[in-house]
Nanobody, 127 residues
Framework: QVQLVESGGGLVQAGGSLRLSCTFS????????MAWFRQAPGKEREFVAV????????YYADSVKGRFTISRDNAKNTVYLQMSSLRPEDTAVYYC????????????????????WGQGTQVTVSS
């Protein structure tokens, strides 16, 4: 069974940076597309970014484009989200998700399309 464990969340001032990590176990990491979603209080879970299994394709939500970077290290079974120029509206619980799909069907932006989820890590951006 696939297990995902996020880390790296915390409290940061507006304009600051954080790097989230998500460690994958239980299957072959290198065949899964990996994504980050986030959910703020009272709001639906929303797509942030996705990276193809080989790492050569990345897609972002418009709200984070140019500020966030998704990457992966298949040797370490880990996907990252580097977040810069953080804003108070980026405050949310951030989740990583895995989906066994080929690159041609990306991006997949709906949470319903992902098979496996981590427990989430809180990111709070103060103004």
């Amino acid at each position: 069974q696939v297990q995902l464990v996020e880390s790296g969340g915390g409290l940061v001032q507006a304009g600051g940076s954080l790097r989230l990590s998500c460690t994958f176990s239980g299957r072959s990491f290198s065949v899964y597309a990996m994504a980050w979603f986030r959910q703020a209080p009272g709001k639906e879970r929303e797509f942030v970014a996705v990276i193809s299994s080989s790492g050569d394709k990345t897609y972002y939500a418009d709200s984070v484009k140019g500020r966030f970077t998704i990457s992966r290290d298949n040797a370490k079974n880990t996907v990252y989200l580097q977040m810069s120029s953080l804003r108070p509206e980026d405050t949310a619980v951030y989740y990583c998700a895995a989906d066994l799909v080929p690159p041609r069907v990306l991006p997949r932006r709906s949470p319903k399309e992902y098979d496996y989820w981590g427990q989430g890590t809180q990111v709070t951006v103060s103004s």
